[in-house]
């Protein structure tokens, strides 16, 4: 049952909405499967499949290009470790293996109450502030293992839930485009005028 | 293409032409053309793999480069991917070219695994001859290659080695291009990309063997050849299959004498090189265990293998028997499953025995008027600005034509105007879908064509009906009714016939069809179920398991005294025949084949028959021999002769018993019309629902079957309804339920199809586990059942 959920539904319709062709929505729309379980299920690549008219085997084709999407469970905080130059001089190493201790589960791994996946990560490009991690792809800077350890008790207590959202929430705003500043279900090339929005500023 | 030279005078200058100029000699090329496209008509080959004429240009694997003149001097182009211009100057194996390619293929060869001494591509392998001819020779790659698991299933038919493929995406842009069904697709990224299916959801399409011959590599296999041969032991000849009636052209391969592989080849008027799958692996059917190898006779414990000489004789004095009753007490049906030769030798013997009553249908096509009307051409049809498709499901029936059509609404400016009782495989592509209850076409057909916007659409230029029949369970005049209304709206309107049996078109016209006023095949088996005939002939035929109506033909076996078969194989009608006569199947003989659209071309025998069976039209003149008539044929050419020489329709054939690929076109004049009729409309009562009963590509046909590559596609009976239908109902997917009519019903699970409309159900023909015919009733003009839950 990791197929779109009703409201998620409403919300994928809206974004399909925005788009001359349906399928142009499929990167959009496999965020929100990934925001609704953290990961993308097969049932709801499935699901999109029928939602943009496209087989599912186009939906995978699609999502497998992209790294940060996943395709199996993941923790509610994944937390990446740079481990490039910079951060591998500054104690990136020492970091890993404290966070491995602590979490109990090699790089790579999950804990078993699904709060934490540990990852290696390559360049964050934050190398003045080496070293560094991501949890959930929001930076910490010079982090030292006791900083990690307060971290890890921060989420752990959920003191920073505001500011670090589960896995595959982009953000807590949810873009939204009024229907009249979308494009809409029209192919481009039958498009003759500028949008009303445009109040004539652009030519097409 | 033709390509007029605008040097040579008296010619206008054709606006078309380009002017290039390849490795120093002047081309001529047309504007928009691809450098690689001109350069095959050269002798100078370009090395290639992604690139292939039928599909579009991607520029994948870059194998391709050449250089191009500029003004700054020679630049490196894919010429899979650069259009030609007028003064061009391209050159194919300078010394850059030659290192450029070299280093193309170094990369890819990388990862390849080089085992071309067991893979089954090894010997026609593109990348290993180019490798030969356009390669390094020597790779610098030391290191470990890519692994992945070797051949994954990815179909029930398809193989694929990830490690083997050089990711140049025929495969990919084949299923999605041109057959519409994207099911593989690209995965991943960079080092990790690979060509996948969804997890866990096969490659089913109908089309997926083209992939495994257009893959350049032996990334893709098909079950039915791995590991049967080798390219260098292969025999091989060009004919036409006759599974369905488009007439595709294909290469026979064989080894020790036993078929191991079919290949499409590419002509420009019917099959671009493309084959269903249907087509390509049923010719396992034809070196099945199963295939009769003797004569058989009737004995007091059941069929007894007997002599050519006991069994001509047997079946000779069964005739005669019967002919003293009567020429009307014998009847034969069947004839489309071979050669026009096969069928003229059996309609000449027929005729010298004043058997008139004789159909090479079986109350499932549509009268042979049709081919009386206007017609148009596989090539015309696809050519037209509107497209009528008033026939059954194509991808379903007559696959290759489905891609032809497909590609005209796709890729050119055709339009499909679609009349269907449920979706089709081309709904998708139509231009407008409409759907009709059946029996009420011939309303709906009146009413759309009607509107305004069809009249403009109908005004734009050329039309052509694609006229079949999409329903087994209504009367065929309801079809006829229709296309009345539609050639009353557009006179001009052309005829594309759908009929779907192998060579019915052939057969038709060489009379076996009903003479002289007889009945059809449906006429044949009410009178033999009435008791008025005593012999029945089947030549190729299986009417009780084909005709949709069981009782009936059930019926007429009981009352007819003796049956004489001519087949390959034992099947349900010759069980408890009197004589059975073993034939020579398809690629064990030789002689033409007409399609739907007319079009004569070569059969061509390419193994030794099985057993001692023997092509139909032997069979003709030996037993006509037995009768005391001598058909005065004594070879295939004499035969050939004969035909072109008293059928009007062959003479286009005659005297030209070398007949080219494409083949040539029947004559034909239109000389029927179709007139409107009015139409009493049968009301349904709002609890029932009216079916549609059509076949599909797998379903439980003799050579389907009987291949052991496809045996196991073919689904089980089923009954599909609309989703909101089936709320109705009170079930869900997939529970039995028991479907009625009067005192008769069967129980089949029901499953939700959106492509059903509200009120219709949908029952596949002729698949396995249940026998839906029992339903069925060919004398009523529909059919209404009721579905209800089992108790």
């Not at chain 1, 804990?111 to 540990?118: A, R």
């Not at chain 2, 490690?163 to 057959?179: K, M, P």
């Not at chain 2, 039209?617 to 008539?629: D, H, K, N, P, Y």
């Not at chain 2, 549609?692 to 046909?701: E, F, G, K, L, P």
């Amino acid at each position: 049952m990791s197929r779109l959920t009703d409201k998620n539904s409403v919300i994928a319709k809206e974004i399909i909405a925005r788009y001359p062709r349906q399928k142009s929505a499929l990167i959009p729309l496999l965020h929100l499967a990934q925001e609704q379980t953290g990961y993308i299920s097969r049932e709801a690549m499935v699901h999109l499949g029928e939602l943009v008219g496209v087989t599912s085997a186009e939906v995978y084709g699609t999502a497998t290009f992209y790294e940060m999407f996943r395709f199996e469970p993941i923790g509610k905080y994944l937390v990446n470790i740079c481990g490039t130059m910079s951060c591998a001089l500054l104690g990136a190493h020492e970091l890993m293996h404290h966070a491995e201790k602590r979490l109990g589960v090699k790089a790579g791994g999950t804990t078993q109450d699904g709060m934490f996946t540990l990852a290696h990560a390559e360049c964050q490009a934050a190398c003045t502030e080496a070293p560094c991690l991501q949890v959930n792809y929001r930076y910490r800077l010079r982090v030292s293992t006791t900083d990690l350890d307060k971290l890890i008790d921060d989420l752990e207590a959920g003191k920073l839930s505001e500011e670090i959202p589960a896995h595959g929430v982009l953000a807590k705003v949810r873009q939204h485009i009024a229907p009249d500043r979308a494009v809409g279900a029209v192919a481009p090339e039958l498009v003759s005028e500028a949008p009303a929005w445009l109040n004539g500023k652009a030519a097409l | 293409m033709t390509i007029v030279d605008p040097t040579a005078e008296n010619i206008v200058a054709d606006p078309n032409v380009v002017n290039i100029t390849i490795n120093d000699k002047p081309v001529l090329a047309r504007k928009g053309e691809l450098i690689i496209a001109a350069a095959d008509r050269t002798d100078d080959f370009i090395p290639r793999f992604c690139y292939h004429p039928r599909m579009s240009s991607v520029g994948m694997c870059r194998q391709c480069l050449v250089e191009v003149e500029t003004p700054r001097g020679p630049m490196m182009v894919v010429s899979c991917m650069t259009p030609v211009a007028e003064g061009q100057i391209v050159r194919t194996a300078t010394d850059t070219v030659k290192k450029a390619q070299e280093g193309v293929l170094e990369l890819l060869l990388a990862n390849h695994p080089l085992d071309c001494p067991v893979c089954d591509k090894g010997g026609e392998c593109p990348l290993q001859d180019q490798a030969f001819s356009h390669g390094p020779g020597e790779s610098r790659f030391v290191e470990e290659k890519r692994h992945y698991e070797k051949p994954i299933a990815i179909s029930e038919i398809v193989y694929l080695d990830r490690e083997r493929c050089i990711l140049c995406d025929r495969c990919t842009r084949f299923a999605d291009e041109v057959a519409g069904d994207p099911l593989i697709s690209f995965t991943s990224r960079g080092n990790d990309t690979q060509v996948m299916t969804f997890p866990e959801e096969p490659f089913s399409s109908y089309f997926s063997g083209n992939t495994v011959q257009i893959c350049p590599v032996g990334a893709l296999t098909a079950k039915p050849y791995r590991f049967k041969a080798r390219p260098w032991d292969i025999e091989q000849t060009e004919s036409t299959c006759t599974s369905c009636s488009v007439g595709c052209r294909v290469v026979v391969q064989s080894s020790r004498d036993e078929l191991v592989r079919f290949q499409g080849v590419d002509i420009d008027p019917v099959n671009w090189g493309w084959l269903c799958d249907r087509g390509r692996y049923n010719f396992e059917s034809v070196n099945s265990t199963e295939r009769l190898i003797a004569p058989l006779i009737k004995s007091d414990s059941g069929l007894a293998i007997t002599s050519w000489s006991v069994a001509l004789e047997s079946a000779a004095r069964i005739i005669r028997t019967a002919l003293n009753s009567g020429t009307d007490s014998v009847a034969i049906l069947g004839g489309a499953r071979g050669t026009n030769e096969d069928a003229f030798a059996w309609a000449s013997l027929a005729d010298q025995l004043g058997i008139t009553q004789r159909d090479s249908q079986l109350g499932d096509g549509l009268t042979p008027e049709i081919f009386n009307l206007a017609q148009a051409t596989i090539d015309e049809t696809c050519a037209a600005s509107t497209i009528i498709l008033l026939s059954p499901d194509l991808k379903e029936e007559l696959p290759v034509l489905y891609l032809r059509v497909r590609d005209a609404a796709q890729k050119r400016k055709s339009r499909i105007l679609e009349f269907s009782p449920r979706d089709s495989g081309l709904t998708p592509y139509a231009w407008r879908s409409v759907s009709f209850e059946p029996g009420r076409q011939a309303q709906v057909v009146r009413e759309t064509l009607e509107t305004q916007e069809m009249q403009e659409q109908i005004r734009l230029g050329e039309v052509v009906v694609v006229l079949g029949r999409a329903n087994l369970a209504e009367n065929e005049s309801f079809t006829l009714h229709a296309l009345g209304e539609i050639l009353h709206a557009i006179p001009n309107a052309k005829i594309l016939p759908v009929l779907r049996r192998g060579n019915v078109r052939g057969a038709v016209a060489v009379g076996f069809t009903p003479q002289k006023n007889s009945g059809d095949a449906i006429d044949i088996l009410t009178k033999a179920a009435a008791g008025k005939i005593e012999c029945l002939i089947l030549l190729g035929a299986d009417p009780l398991a084909d005709v949709a109506d069981s009782d009936l033909v059930a019926r007429a076996f009981n009352r007819t005294r003796s049956v004489i078969s001519i087949d390959t194989f034992i099947n349900s009608s010759n069980r408890n025949a009197d004589v059975v006569l073993p034939a020579a199947a398809f690629t064990e003989k030789t002689g033409t084949t007409t399609n739907l659209e007319g079009r004569i071309s070569n059969v061509t025998q390419q193994i030794t028959p099985r057993g001692t069976s023997r092509p139909d039209w032997m069979i003709a003149t030996e037993l006509g021999l037995s009768l005391g008539i001598d058909l005065e044929v004594s070879s295939l050419d004499e035969l050939h002769q004969k035909m072109t020489s008293s059928i009007a329709e062959f003479s286009s054939c005659a005297n030209n018993p070398v007949i080219n690929s494409d083949g040539v076109l029947i004559v034909n004049e239109a000389s029927a019309t179709i007139s409107r009729a009015s139409v009493v409309l049968v009301d349904r009562n709002s609890y029932s629902y009216r079916l549609i009963v059509s076949r599909t590509m797998y379903d439980n046909a003799q050579s389907t079957k009987t291949s052991p590559s496809l045996v196991g596609i073919i689904t089980k009976s089923a009954i599909y309804v609309n989703p909101l239908d089936l709320a109705r109902i009170g079930v869900v997917d997939g529970t039995n339920i028991r479907v009625g009519i009067d005192d008769k019903s069967i129980v089949l699970p029901v499953n939700a199809h959106s492509g059903v409309h509200r009120g219709t159900a949908w029952l596949p023909y002729n698949h396995t586990s249940v026998d839906i015919r029992p339903l069925l009733d060919i004398t009523s003009d529909v059919v209404d059942v009721r579905i209800e839950q089992l108790r």
